[in-house]
Structures are given as structure tokens and as C-alpha cells.
């Protein structure tokens, strides 16, 4: 494990970028095998009895390779890069701009409220679009999936990111932050992976019932 870690690290050194990338893409593509056999074993919940569902349940389970190579992807291509010059960027912005001490509350909490209502937002709505068109849906069909499964995961994951986030901006040097979001985002992209499979479950209209929306 040591001997990893320090190759992690020169790799790190030597193309940061790119080792957050290749990192990104392999950690989402695991939560969404997570995601997958979250999914099979605790469809029954759904409240689907009809018979073709219940032989499905019967099935063994078996890897969508597809989907894991299209969640890997959305890691790749939009985690890994975005993710990195997001936290650079970021504490670049709060140190130089703002001129606020480095960890201290007020620079914390600045970093913890910017990724919160900036980055977490965009992550989703990218991820649930990309998704959808990876699916081969239309804009309407996407636009429907986004009204259905955005609300819900943004207050779930607004209840657990901050207090992780608060220890990374504390204690994390910002070259390994990402790194250490990618271990949250291990659970993170399994989560959104098992939200979007959900379709149409009852639990989101109840979450989305405590919000003063019409």
C-alpha cells in the first residue's frame, strides 16, 4: 500500500492532470458496478410485482459492462479535468481574491459553500444529462429525467458533502483534494448511479414533497 501511494504521488508530480483523470474514471466506473448490485438486490422495494419483474429478480446478476464504460467516462472526461482545476482554481480564488487565511473558518467555510451551491450542482445536472444522452434519449425524455432525479439528490448529497468537505479544505493540501473527493465520490457516483436507475420511485416525490415547489 505504501509502495502504491508513492507512485501515486510521483505520477501526481509528474502529470497531475492525467493521473486525476485516469483515477476519476476508474472510481466512477466502480461505484457504478456498486451502483448495479445495489440495485438487483433491493429491486423488490420498487413496489413492482408483476411477473416478468419478479422472473428478472430471479436472474443472477451480471456487470453492464456498457453502462460501467459510460459512467467511467463521464469520470474521465468531466471529474478528472474539471475536478482538478476546480480545486486549484478555487483555492487560488480564496487566497488571492478574497484574502482570507488559509484554514481558517471563514476560508473553509468559503470553500465549502462555493463547491456546494457551484460545483455540486453543475456535477449533477452534467451527470444526469450526460446519461441520459449516452441512453440514446431525446431532450424531452432527458429534461424529464432531470426534473425527476436532480432535487432528490441534491438535498441528499447536500446533507453529506459539506461535512466532508470540510475536513478536505481543512486538512488536505489541494493537490491531493481531489483525491481525496474521489474516495467520497466512490460512494458519491454509486449513489447517482442507483438514483438515476430508480426511474420513477416513490421515495423522490416524498423528498421532493418537503420543498415549497409546484
Known amino acids: 500500500m505504501l509502495k502504491l501511494w508513492r507512485w501515486y504521488q510521483n505520477c501526481l508530480a509528474v502529470h497531475p492532470v492525467k493521473t486525476q483523470v485516469i483515477s476519476s474514471g476508474f472510481i ?3 461505484g457504478d458496478v456498486a451502483a448495479q448490485y445495489v440495485t438487483h438486490y433491493t429491486a423488490k422495494t420498487r413496489g413492482v410485482t408483476n411477473e416478468s419483474h419478479s422472473q428478472d429478480d430471479k436472474k443472477e446478476f451480471k456487470i453492464n459492462w456498457k453502462r460501467v464504460s459510460t459512467t467511467s467516462l463521464f469520470g474521465l472526461a468531466f471529474v478528472g479535468p474539471v475536478g482538478h482545476y476546480w480545486y486549484e482554481g478555487l483555492d487560488k480564488f480564496i487566497r488571492h481574491r478574497l484574502l482570507l487565511k488559509p484554514n481558517s473558518f471563514r476560508f473553509v467555510a468559503a470553500k465549502v459553500g462555493a463547491d456546494g ?4 450542482p453543475l456535477d449533477l445536472l452534467v451527470f ?3 446519461m441520459g444522452f449516452s441512453a440514446g434519449k431525446s ?17 441528499l448529497e447536500g446533507g453529506i458533502w ?7 479544505f481543512r486538512y488536505v493540501p489541494v493537490r491531493y483534494q481531489l ?14 448511479s ?4 430508480q426511474q420513477d420511485a416513490p421515495w423522490k416525490e416524498w423528498v421532493k414533497s418537503f420543498l415549497p415547489l409546484k
Open 162 to 168: 459539506p461535512v466532508g468537505q470540510v475536513a478536505n
Open 28 to 30: 466512477w466506473g466502480a
Open 128 to 130: 444526469f444529462t450526460y
Open 194 to 197: 442507483w438514483v438515476e436507475q
Open 117 to 120: 451551491f457551484l460545483f455540486g
Open 139 to 155: 431532450v424531452p425524455q432527458i429534461k424529464e429525467d432531470v426534473k425527476r432525479d436532480f432535487l432528490p439528490a441534491l438535498i
Open 179 to 192: 483525491l481525496y473527493a474521489n474516495f467520497f465520490c466512490l460512494l458519491d457516483s454509486c449513489f447517482l
